[in-house]
C-alpha cells in the first residue's frame, strides 16, 4: 500500500486495516498475561466461589496469599495423583492372586463355575473353576494353603508333585482375565477336565518327585 496523503480522506476498510496493524505491534502486547496466568486466574475464581473464606481470597488482598493457596493445593492434588498409580502398580501381584483371603470350598467354587456357566458367563466360570482347583490342592494337603498364590505359581508347585499338565487350563485363565479375551465354552471345558484330573490324581512317590 503507498503511504497515505495526509489531506485524502481515508474509507472504511483502509481504516480498519491501519488501525489492524498498529494493533499488532508488540508494544500492545506487553502486559497481556501469559495462559499460565489466565488458567491460574480462572482456578483462582473457580476456588474463590466454593471457599470464599479462604485466606486471601476477600476483595482488597491482591491475591497473593490465594495464589499460594492454589499452587499448594495443585501439589497435593499431583502428589495424590502419584501415589495412586504407584500404588496400583504395587499392587499388581495382589490382583493376580489367585484366591481371595477369605475362607472358601473346592465345593463352593465348582458350584459357583457351573452356575456361572450355566448362564454363559464363561469368564467368570474358568475363575471359579480354576479356584476350585486350587482350594483342592489345599485341601488334599498336597499345597499348603498360601495367600496371595497366582495361577503360575500354583501350576509350577503342583505340577511339581502331581502327574498333571496345568499349563492348558492356567493358559486359559490368563488369556481371559489378563489377556482381554472373552471366555469361551471350549475354555472352560480345560478347566473343568483340569479340575477333574488334579481330583482323580495321586501325588508322586517321593523317590520319584
Known sequence: MSPMNPAEPVDRETARELAEKELDKPVYHRDRPSFVDEALDQVEEWLKKIMPDAPGAGPGTGGGSFTLVVLLLLAALLVAAVWWWMRGRGNVRSRKALLEDVPSRSLDHRAAAEAHAAEGRWAEAIRERLRAVARELEERAILDPRPGRTAQELAA?????????????????????FGDRPGTPEGYRLLADLDQAVQAARPRPLEAV
Open 157 to 177: 508347585e503342583a505340577a511339581a508333585v502331581l502327574p498333571v499338565d496345568f499349563a492348558p487350563g492356567v493358559g486359559v485363565f490368563y488369556d481371559v482375565w
